[in-house]
């Protein structure tokens, strides 16, 4: 069973940076997708960030330019870094993945891409 943790949220003052991460288990995909998507209290679930099993990227334009979304394979783990952060990037952050090769989308991921979800990471971004 696909088992995705994430872990690293915190708060940052405006302005400032944090990596989350996203370690995965119990599938050995050879092809894969994985997805990075945020929720904060009364909004929409957003699509922030996906890496393709080719190594290829996509994002927001919300974020486009402040985020970046790599992995580690070797540890089966995914990581978002976010810098420059807004107040609007406080959100639950939840990471998400779907077996299969996918060629990259050019568009943000949307949340019936995707499987397998986590439980999510609160980042909290303060004046």
């Known amino acids: 069973q696909v088992h995705l943790v994430e872990s690293g949220g915190g708060s940052v003052q405006a302005g400032g940076s944090l990596s989350i991460s996203c370690a995965a288990s119990?599938?050995?995909?050879?092809?894969?997708?994985m997805g990075w998507f945020r929720q904060a209290p009364g909004k929409e679930c957003e699509g922030v960030a996906a890496i393709f099993s080719d190594g290829t990227t996509t994002y927001a334009d919300s974020v486009k330019g402040r985020f970046t979304i790599s992995e580690d394979k070797d540890k089966n783990t995914r990581y978002l870094q976010m810098d420059s952060l807004k107040f609007d990037d406080a959100a639950m952050y939840y990471c998400?993945?779907?077996?299969?090769?996918?060629?990259?989308?050019?568009?943000?991921?949307?949340?019936?891409?995707?499987?397998?979800w986590g439980q999510g990471t609160q980042v909290t971004v303060s004046s």
């Open positions: 119990g599938y050995t995909f050879s092809r894969y997708t």
């Open positions: 998400a993945a779907r077996e299969g090769y996918t060629s990259n989308w050019g568009r943000a991921p949307r949340a019936n891409d995707f499987v397998y």
